[in-house]
């Protein structure tokens, strides 16, 4: 027998919607957020940290496993917040009632009475939901009780008195899991395969929990030696204007020379690769370049000589540009280069992106031979930025830092590690003949970056020792200003943007990925604007003074694989909590190691071990990255090692926590065969939408790509070894419904429903599977993972499908009635956040072929192929024989709207679908869209329906059709005279697509607008 246990609170409940809600929030939550500490990618959002980390320490009080001691302690402390939260509202408004009804006296819980117990759990439930909340998160009152919960919880499931649980996170990344596990009063431990991961994690939960304040004042008053050494040695390189205009920003193209036939001057056009010649766009404020243009229109050139990048010196004709104020965006020229390929503004020659490749690979990438073509400014006591062209002094400045640069050129200040292989995922730079690190910087920002650098690395050497013999304190002072060199690094490239409509400069890192990028925003860093180096200390600073509260409890962090957490016995842990890499998504060693090559040259010496070598490591890198050989086998090989790695480690009682988002239902498929090979048991499941808006949920969006948290427990004995049991399928599939149907009207009740309701179905469904080492059939056959999972889908579905209809026979509905329900209700948000509109969805790295080109417009609801066939399976329907329903296209799958199926319905092949809007012959007042206008009329200018639909989804949607059309007789005659009305069936089934249509559609317009007709026709 595996032990027993009593259920943490994660194992019963969660208020997603809530905690979702705050995580969506934080994301633009910027003031001492970790995350503004520095880059790392796909952080997870603390808010939905610090809910599943309290919600799986703390257990569930209603269990009857949980002891008592536990009740009583749980009880008082959360009737002790609750006094404080009322009397001084630090909790949320909409909380605030809650916490008075229990501060009265008579409302005392009385935790022998099992109501007053659930009343226990759903108080403790709220506190988690309040929490979540970034403005709480340092709340004295908050932080106390969830501490005192902690300890409760420990020292009741047999933890020594004095001692913490603890956490690991052996994939910490960021540091957003085992920072709020120190928050929340756990130990935290924490592991990474990178160095740079690492090294953020020593100072969140190291170097700020030891120093707090102190560090806080201390990287401000080293950061300002900095900042005035750096303005001593760069400011003739950055020289303001003659009027005491400070440059912001200098606004760069990299070039080619125009292939275009000689027209007769033998002299080459240079052709500034711009993506927009946009300067400002936002409301009220327009500005642009123009070409300089003769009376003729002909564009104006002046001759040059340059000298570039690969040594030649070519004598071109370089077109010019004048800065204007555009009164509409139709005064506004394109810019010239599109998909690669790059037109030239004198000529109109366009030259192909196979000779703008050829041409950039001869002179690494183009950064050291741009054109400058604007400089944004800064005006003394004028709000605003303007912009002018550059000058004289601005070119001499820059010839200036090119010299000043040679003479480090000698010092390995420069990075030259080469960039990844080209073809890596996420890097597209290396096909344009960027080769190292060092080539995307300009000769100046590399100037720049290397003396903050020898700046950084000379307080090692002599200025901190004022500090006395407090080395760690300069190790930590000098770490958190190499982190500021970092943010510098992230603004100071040439792949940095200038954004028209913030007009502001924007790091490399908008997403995760290095793209090309043709014209280039170079930040001043002594600004004292937007990217500056002030600004990167002020963050710095920022993150150290918010999270000084931590002082005293500090955590320890490791560099190794999480397959091989060598520094922890067994069974030594409480709970094993992290967020692994999700499969192909994020290329992280690569990605780091444009910070890497810096760390490596400004970290005190004492911490440079794991910066001893040329880059990060990257064999044991668990992600699939096909250039490098790592395919789906090497993926799912090294994360079972991890997940076997991560149970031997926690307590037999233990409690496991793994998050998971991504997208393909195969890549969570192999997440969750990896566990259970590892001897994980599930036991419960929730998702958590980090996402702004409806975007995951948006109609036209897979739904099924939020993040999944999956709760798990060691399948181990008391003694931790292995418990080894074999399961009969014909049990494992009888429990499963009974399961599943005691579970899903919980979640109903809470307001959980499409795809958040399947996964939180999925945890209580695999624990029945993932209970045995292995489950057989009669016939000895082992059962895969893959095949029950189907039996998961079809019993989910016949107990959604059963909440959709309500209490109706599902079994009067065909099967397209039945998928389309099941698809909808999928698709569908639990939190009414469909109208939310959309985050901008625009790539913002369209700056190479590949990744331009028009956004197609979907229409229709649409799931990722392999959810829609799971769904498909689990209702006993096949997608290959409802053409005229779904459409599958690549890995996506469309319901198809109604509007597209007239054809099919109507029986008219190539029926136009989509004829625009209007007038209805001889009445003014109705204007209809012309959907049905092709169908044969009769005598009265009627439609003739030759067809009914053959189930009774088709009959609704011909009906929503013939609503839409505004031809009220041919509808009165379908439902009334056709006899189609009087079918019980037809009117439940409009009822559910009506709760089902998100809001907004002409699905749900029309649907409405049926049922509104039902009485009128006497139906
Ligand atoms: C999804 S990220 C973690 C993000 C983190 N939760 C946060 O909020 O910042 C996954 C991490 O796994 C790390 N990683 C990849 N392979 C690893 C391995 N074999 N062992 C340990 N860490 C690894 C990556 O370096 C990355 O930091």
Redesign the pocket.
């Known amino acids: 027998m595996t032990i027993l246990y009593p259920k943490r609170l994660i194992e019963v409940d969660l208020p997603i919607k809530r905690i979702s809600a705050h995580a969506r929030r934080e994301k633009s939550i910027r003031h001492g957020h970790i995350s503004t500490l520095h880059i790392?990618?796909?952080?997870?959002p603390l808010a939905a940290?610090r809910a599943v980390i309290c919600a799986s320490l703390w257990i569930d009080p209603v269990d009857a496993l949980c002891p008592q001691v536990f009740r009583d302690k749980a009880a008082a402390i959360i009737t002790k917040f609750a006094m404080i939260a009322s009397a001084d509202g630090c909790c949320s408004p909409e909380n605030w009632g809650k916490w008075k009804v229990l501060a009265k006296p008579e409302n005392a819980l009385d935790t022998q009475n099992p109501t007053h117990l659930n009343t226990l759990r759903y108080l403790l439930l709220d506190f988690i939901a309040d929490f979540a909340n970034w403005d709480n998160s340092t709340q004295p009152d908050y932080l106390e009780a969830a501490r005192a919960l902690t300890q409760a919880a420990h020292e009741a499931l047999g933890g020594e008195v004095g001692t913490r649980p603890m956490v690991v996170?052996?994939?910490?990344?960021?540091?957003?899991?085992p920072l709020e596990a120190l928050r929340v009063g756990a130990d935290a431990f924490a592991?990474?395969?990178?160095p740079v991961?690492v090294l953020l994690n020593k100072v969140v939960l190291e170097y700020i929990p030891k120093y707090g304040q102190r560090l806080a004042d201390e990287v401000r008053k080293w950061g300002q030696w900095v900042k005035e050494e750096a303005e001593k040695e760069l400011a003739e390189f950055y020289p303001k204007d003659p009027d005491g205009s400070t440059p912001i920003a200098y606004l760069w193209a990299r070039t080619i020379i125009s292939e275009a036939p000689d027209d007769g001057t033998g002299i080459p056009v240079e052709v500034p690769l711009m993506r927009s010649l946009w300067l400002a766009k936002k409301a009220g404020r327009y500005r642009a370049l123009r070409w300089v243009r003769d009376a003729s229109g002909i564009v104006q050139t002046e001759t040059i000589e340059v000298t570039y990048a690969d040594g030649v010196t070519r004598k071109v004709r370089r077109p010019l540009l004048e800065i204007f104020e555009p009164k509409s965006e139709k005064e506004v020229e394109k810019g010239t280069v599109a998909r690669g390929s790059a037109t030239c503004p004198v000529t109109g020659f366009t030259t192909p992106v196979v000779s703008v490749r050829r041409q950039m690979q001869t002179r690494q990438g183009g950064a050291a031979d741009a054109r400058l073509f604007c400089v944004v400014l800064l005006k003394q006591n004028t709000q605003g930025r303007f912009y002018r062209l550059p000058n004289l002094q601005d070119i001499e400045a820059i010839e200036k830092a090119v010299l000043a640069l040679r003479e480090f050129t000698s010092l390995d200040l420069i990075p030259t590690e080469p960039l990844p292989p080209q073809g890596s995922l996420g890097f597209r730079v290396q096909l344009y003949g960027m080769k190292n690190w060092g080539d995307l910087f300009t000769p100046r920002q590399l100037l720049a970056l290397i003396t903050l650098t020898r700046l950084v690395k000379k307080l090692e050497n002599k200025e901190i020792q004022e500090l006395g013999s407090d080395k760690e304190l300069a190790n930590a002072i000098q770490t958190c200003l190499s982190l500021a060199v970092d943010r510098q690094a992230n603004t100071l490239t040439s792949l940095s943007r200038w954004d028209i409509a913030r007009e502001n400069n924007q790091g490399l890192f908008v997403r995760q990925a290095i793209p090309m990028l043709w014209d280039f925003s170079e930040a001043s860093p002594l600004s004292g604007s937007s990217g500056d180096l002030d600004g990167a200390l002020a963050w710095i600073f920022d993150v150290c003074k918010s999270n000084a509260h931590l002082e005293g409890i500090g955590g320890q962090t490791v560099q190794?694989?999480?397959?091989h957490l060598y520094y922890l016995p067994d069974d030594a842990v409480q709970f094993l909590c992290?967020?692994?890499?999700?499969y192909d998504a994020?290329p992280?060693?690569d990605l780091?190691d444009f910070f890497y090559v810096w760390l490596k040259r400004t970290l005190p010496k004492n911490l440079l071990s794991n910066f001893s070598n040329e880059l990060t490591p990257k064999d044991?890198?668990?992600?699939v990255d096909e250039v490098k050989g790592k395919d789906k086998a090497f993926f799912e090989r090294?994360m079972g090692k991890?997940m076997a790695e991560g149970r031997r480690v926690v307590a037999p009682n233990g409690i496991g926590l793994i998050?998971f988002a991504h997208k393909s239902t195969a890549g969570w498929e192999a997440q969750l065969q990896a566990m259970i090979d590892a001897g994980w048991i599930f036991t419960g499941s929730w998702t958590i939408d980090t996402e702004m808006g409806n975007r995951l949920r948006a109609q036209n969006s897979a739904a099924l790509a939020s993040s999944v948290h999956l709760v798990c427990r060691p399948r181990e004995n008391s003694d931790g070894t292995l418990h080894e049991e074999i399961g009969d399928w014909r049990d494992v599939l009888q429990e499963l419904p009974q399961r599943i149907k005691e579970w899903m009207p919980r979640l109903t009740e809470q307001g959980v429903v499409g795809a958040d309701a399947i996964f939180a179905c999925l945890g209580p469904a695999l624990e029945i599977f993932s209970r045995y080492s292995s489950v057989e059939k009669a016939s000895g056959e082992i059962v895969p993972l893959r095949e029950y999972l189907g039996y998961v889908w079809a019993a989910i579905s016949k107990e959604a499908l059963s909440t959709i209809f309500k209490d109706a026979d599902t079994s009067n509905f065909e099967e397209d009635a039945r998928l389309t329900a099941m698809w909808l209700w999928t698709l569908s948000a639990s939190d009414g956040d469909k109208n939310k509109t959309a985050p901008d969805e625009e790539d913002p790295s369209d700056d190479d072929e590949e990744t331009t080109g028009k956004k197609v417009k979907i229409t229709g609801f649409s799931l990722e192929y392999d959810t829609a066939r799971k769904i498909a399976q689990g209702l006993g329907a096949h997608l290959e024989t409802l053409t005229h329903l779904v459409e599958v296209k690549g890995g996506k799958a469309r319901l198809l709207p109604v509007k597209e199926r007239a054809a099919y319905l109507f029986g008219k092949e190539g029926l136009n679908t989509d004829v625009p809007k209007k007038k209805a012959k001889g009445n003014k007042q109705l204007s209809f869209t012309g959907v049905l206008d092709e169908l044969p009329e009769d005598e009265h200018g009627e439609i003739k329906i030759t067809r009914i639909g053959e189930t009774v989804c088709d009959r609704v949607h011909q009906a929503m059709l013939l609503f839409n059309s505004g031809r009220s007789e041919a509808l009165k005659r379908f439902l009334v005279d056709e006899g189609i009305g009087k079918d019980a069936n037809f009117w439940q089934l409009a009822q559910s697509f009506s709760a089902l249509y998100p809001a907004g559609t002409d699905e749900k317009r029309w649907v409405d607008g049926l049922l509104a007709r039902k009485k009128g026709l006497g139906l």
Request: net charge negative; hydrophobic share 35%; with cysteine.
């Open positions: 790392w990618w796909a952080r997870r940290c996170d052996p994939f910490a990344g960021g540091g957003s899991i592991s990474d395969l990178n991961a190794t694989s999480a397959t992290t967020d692994p890499p999700y994020v992280y060693a780091s044991e890198e668990c992600i090294t991890a998050v």
